[in-house]
């Protein structure tokens, strides 16, 4: 139904006569000839639509009757070809720009089906002249076809007798869609989805009075307003999924009283189900997913008696599941998925017996009476309560899944009734007590899924009888005892995951299991070490293992021939460490005791693309190939063992590396820059070494770097670049800390100036939470480094991709703060403690709005805290210790929440949560006119200002106004203007001696 657009390929070749006769095959052969065949071109066929695909023109021979080709209906009076169907014919190329004139001529042909192929081009207005098509396909599966206006007037205006128009996915966003409004009155079928149609749609269309079909569906710059359905339509087949239409359209739904098929998914103009849609009696299919309810569903879902087909997944439709959904007797297919549908499942869903899928929230029991339900897929919701047993009568049920909720009690007996169930999940919920032994009936079985719940006791034998089974998945609850020693018998079991129970051995049934790929024993409590006869599990099969976060003390060798990922990580396994097999792309043994040196054999690996060897006792040197490892290693961990000596020198060319952690090892030598040939490097660590160097300022040029530490080593010298180049260094840098060295001078104002993924330049945030790499065999890995948060060390087992977070604390910066720091306003943490910084705190401080966390304690800094500090709203932890700051601490907001070891070692700090009160009449000291770093001249203005309170307020406000607006404040230091001074000083003095001789004389004339 969406092939690509050109009618008859053989229309641009002038060998081709008008009527196709069997004598025509020369013209068909030469009309193939320019055309690739690949089967990719109709992949959808396959994949999606269930549809055969095969190179069709490959039957076509020279000297052979063309009649008989594939593809190819003759009319068997004249022998003229009436039909030609090259759908899913893996045809694959450009059309020529030459189209021949005779292509008119055609005038036998009446069906023409070019869908599911990857022709490209224009479909050309010769089309039109097929004026006897009755059937025309063109639809395109990759979009790579177009159609300009007066093609599309011409077929629209020509093709008298078309009943069925398929041109889905042909780019007409040069059309407007007023070109439909002559469409025949014959027409039965027209689909247009994906057509990237504008403009408004002629309501029209809808009034054709022969129409059973419309699909417009995925063109979200269409139209509809204003439109009202014609009570009379005889339209069947409905799909405006995707587009724009009022609710004044919905609520004349209810007048295709025909419709059997309705598609308004993706349309946010919902407020809640409308009723009109539940007064569609003949309805059997109903998808509205994507559409943002917010309410519930109506009572009157029990109207649509016909309906066989529902899917409102991911449409945040909240309350509970109605009862009256189990009078919908007809339904197999329920997809209420990724809702937020609460309480119980009703029982009378239980007379849905023809249900084979079911897929949603909270159960309601009324589900027992859809006896036609196939598939019932309600998977994460909020559903509540327990599993109602009537779900036991749905006999036809095919799909069940009720993963991802809040349900709780039992896994009712019942459900052994399922005979012909392929696909059991209720992971992620609340269930307890045993698993059923009523299970083993289901012998249809081979997706079982029980993970992530709190179920106990035993696995019971009947699990054997489900021969079929191939992925059992029961880890993550409290099941104890050992399994059954004949679950062996499951011979096509491939998958099996057994994690997070109470396992104190491995399993001796494993042996048995030849065909096992994938086998995850971890976060068990296995001691000793792997058995020998674990060779005999997957020999030729077994790719994944998982035996992590165990209690293992010995692997002797890994003899399976084809595994590409093992997890031996967080266990006690000690010696040497062993070298896996040349298939291996992820090895994880972290964590453990392993000690010696790395054998260069690891090198021989060279598929590996992650590699964890940290948390272990290991030393000796880097093996130096692991330099030309790095053009197929992406993720790369040594930290926290012994290794010493060099950094590989030379990474090779075509470097792939994206994480790269040192961290806590004995390395002297620093990096060499042939790491910049790992131009995808997002995390570099070499924190807590012993590198003696100056800063490689020329990893700024590293165009993916994201984390740069360089913590605790003896690195010194200045950050400040002399380079004029104008290029910017660190552009994507979130997390820099080179904090714990002996670096110097003033603080890297041109690197804070680069930072521009801290500052907030309209950011795309990440599709992924944490930073990492992903491989698609094994899954997603996360980074992880060591940082100081909240004055603590921590280790961020995941980076948040919006961590943004400098660290320059515990060097010997010196200087002011610079004001440029302001403009980092997605920092989240930010330390400068324990350098030389002076000057004051500058008030752009108050513009990083994301700011969590603020470290400045140990410094020399002096001033004020400014106040707009206290309106920094995620601000939470604040250390300013250890300075020579004064004046009142600001109050409120976050600020209410600061102890007063925030502040201890200021002296001149007054006001909560500082035991020292501050006096309204009591002065800062001269350094407050210190302004953003920069000090003022005066060396004495406050006391002026003092005077000029005493001597009276006009004078002193003009003394005031002198002393901070003089352009030229040095005149007090000349002593251009010292006599006034001394003057002022002399009156002040007088006048206190004057005061105190009357206070003696009255002390006096009250003692007598």
Known sequence: MASYLFPCLFLFFPHLYASFSSSGSH???????????????????????????????????????????????????????????????????????????????????????????????????????????????????????????????????????????????????????????????????????????????????????????????????????????????????????????????????????????????????????????????????????????????????????????????????SGTVPRSLGNVLQLTHLDLSLNQLSGQIPRSLGNLLQLTHLDFGQIPRSLGNLLQLTDLDLWQNQLSGQIPRSLGNLLQLAHLDFSQNQLSGQIPRSLGNLLRLPHLDFSQNQLSGQIPSSLGNLLQLTDLDFSQNQLSGQIPLSILNLTQLEYLKISENSLEGSLPSSIFQLLNLIYLNLSSNNLSEFPQFLKGLKSLE??????????????????????????????????????????????????????????????????????????????????????????????????????????????????????????????????????????????????????????????????????????NNKINDTFPHWLGSLPQLQVLVLKSNHMHGSLCVNSSKSSPFFSKIQIFDVSSNYFSGPLPVRYINSFKAIINLKKNASARPYMGVEDYTTGFYTYSIGIVMRGQETELVKIFTMWMIIDLSNNQFEG????????????????????NLNGVIPTSIGNLTSLEWLDLSSNRLSGTIPNRLADLPFLSSLNVSENQLHGQIPQGKQFNTFGNDSYEGNKGLCGFPVSKGCNVNELPPPNVLEKDGSKSNIAFGWKVVLIGYECGVGFGMFMGYVVFWDPYPTVFQTGKLKWLVNLLENQHEKRRRRNSKKGNRSSRRRRV
């Open 518 to 687: 994938s086998l995850d024993l971890s976060c068990n409590k296995i001691e000793g070490k792997i058995p020998q006869w674990m060779q005999e599990v997957g020999n030729d099969s077994l790719t994944h293992l998982n035996v992590s976060h165990n209690s293992l003390t010995e692997v002797e060798h890994f003899p399976w021939k084809n595994i590409v990922f093992l997890d031996l990580s967080s266990n006690l396994i000690r010696g040497n460490l062993p070298i896996p097999d040349s298939t291996i792309i992820v090895f994880l043994i972290s964590n453990n005791s392993f000690n010696g040196e790395v054998s260069p054999l690891i090198c021989n690996v060279t598929s590996l693309r992650i590699l964890d060897l940290s948390h272990n006792n290991l030393s000796g040197t880097i093996p130096q190939c692991f330099g030309n490892l790095s053009n197929s290693l992406e993720f790369l961990n040594l930290k926290k063992n012994k290794f010493y000596g060099t950094i590989p020198p030379t990474f090779a060319k075509g470097c792939q590396l994206s994480n790269f952690n040192l961290n806590g090892n004995l390395f002297e030598r620093p990096l060499t820059p042939s790491i910049l040939n790992c131009n995808g490097l997002e995390v570099l660590d070499l924190g």
């Open 816 to 835: 002011g703060i610079p004001k440029v720091i302001g403009k980092l306003d997605l920092l989240k943490g930010l330390n400068l403690s324990h350098n």
């Open 27 to 317: 013209s068909l052969i030469r009309f193939k000839n320019p055309f690739s065949i690949t089967e990719d071109a109709s992949s959808y066929c396959n994949d999606f639509a269930g549809l055969k695909s095969y190179p069709k023109t490959n039957s076509w021979k020279e000297g052979t009757d063309c009649c008989s080709w594939d593809g190819v209906t003759c009319d068997h009076l004249n022998a003229h070809v009436i039909a030609l169907d090259l759908s899913c014919s893996w045809l694959y190329g450009n059309f020529p720009s030459n189209i021949p004139s005779e292509f008119g001529r055609f005038t036998s042909l009446f069906y023409l089906n070019l869908s599911y192929t990857r022709l490209a081009g224009e479909v050309p207005s010769q089309v039109s002249h097929l004026s006897k098509l009755v059937s025309l396909d063109l639809t395109s599966e990759f979009g790579e076809q177009t159609i300009d206006k007066h093609a599309l007037e011409g077929l629209v205006h020509n093709l008298i007798e078309v009943r069925h128009l398929f041109l889905d996915r042909i780019n007409m966003s040069s059309v407007n869609a007023h070109v439909f409004m002559n469409l025949s009155s014959s027409l039965r079928s027209l689909s247009l989805a994906g057509c990237d149609l504008q403009g408004k749609h002629p309501k029209n269309i809808f009034d054709l009075p022969n129409l059973n079909l419309l699909n417009l569906g995925s063109n979200q710059n269409l139209n509809l307003d204003p439109l009202k359905l014609n009570r009379s339509s005889n339209l069947e087949h409905l799909d405006l999924s995707w587009t724009s239409f009022s609710t004044e359209f919905i609520d004349s739904v209810d007048n295709l009283q025909a419709l059997k098929y309705l598609d308004l998914s993706g349309n946010s103009f919902f407020q809640e189900l409308s009723v009109s849609i539940t007064n569609l009696s003949s309805l059997e299919k109903l998808i509205i997913s994507g559409a943002k309810f917010s309410g519930g569903l109506p009572d009157s879902m029990g109207n649509l008696v016909s309906l066989k087909f529902l899917d409102l997944s991911n449409s945040k439709l």
